[in-house]
């Protein structure tokens, strides 16, 4: 059963005869176009098109696994608008905006529009071989970068000077970087999503590097706390909290688990350590062509884990004032039990 398949009897499953399907990482799943966000795809029952503009005709023609149409709004609409007439046509309700939606109704007067959530991120949740050689591929380089910067996260040297060494070395191996590199020191590591800043890294300071690596539009994702001279004893005791949940968590993985059990499992283990209110986020997400995607791995996720999914586990404590830690592993769920693909080594403190 091709991918297409698969996405109509979801198509089917959903009530609707035909999908508009608008997100970027979607449009590339489902057509092979590596510039989702300048292209829409249109699948009904027996055809599937590929829109884009002029910018990507060549482009489009040498990836698309399917036919093209090159143009610009309106008259992609116009194109469209024989197929979709007198059909249920799904849109992405978690992207499509509410003006493109106005677009749509104006041009597709006999069109009944439908909002559908996940019907192809629900195909993207386990990976197949090529998309996981990508993703293996874009953790080795993030492992190899942090392993060649690690030597230079000491005193006197800038948090951005971190990022930006970390992202040459990633770039000079053939990829992107995944996001903004996060190099959160002292402090600052009490925010978890705290962007590489000119703070100066003094020592006794614990460091959080959170980065990835993007390979033919696959992500990976790692964090890394490291010690920078010797840090206070609250800190390390910090540190050693958030790397035992860590590690309880990837070795509770398992497929046919539940990723809130999972999310549980390293809460309950910081609340033994006084620190859960301090963990402010999910314990993890999976990852493929978003860096954030399906499944989600917190409290409320009805979402059970599959050979397949590629998923980070990733515990912090966040402690305004003092500073924070938190250690992230990108782990394969296999059919006897998990792998985890980031390598990189961990403080032990
Ligand atoms: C800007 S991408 C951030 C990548 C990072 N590894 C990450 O996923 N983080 C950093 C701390 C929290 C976590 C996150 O953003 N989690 C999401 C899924 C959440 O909503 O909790």
Redo the contacts with the bound molecule.
Sequence with gaps: MTALDRLRSAMRRAGIDALWISDPANVRAVSGFSSGKDGKVLVTADSAILYTDARYTVQAAEEASMPQFIARPPDTYTHAREATSGQRVGFEADHLTVALLDDLRDHWPDASLVPVRGLVHGLRVTKTARELDAIRAAQRIADHAFAQVRPMIRPGVTELDVALELELAMRRAGAQS???I?VASGPNGAK??GVASGRVIGDNELVTV?M?ARVDGYHS???RTVAVGDPSAELRRLYRAVLEAEQAAVAAIRPGGRAADLDRLARDLLTGHGLCEYFA??L??GVGLD??EAP?L?GTSEDVLEAGMVI?I?P?VYVPGVGGV?I?DLVLVTETGYEVLSTAEKEQL
């Design positions: 995944a996001f903004d996060i978890p999503h959170d990835g994702d790692m964090t986020h999910s993890g997400h860096v954030h989600g917190r980070t990733e912090g938190r992230e």
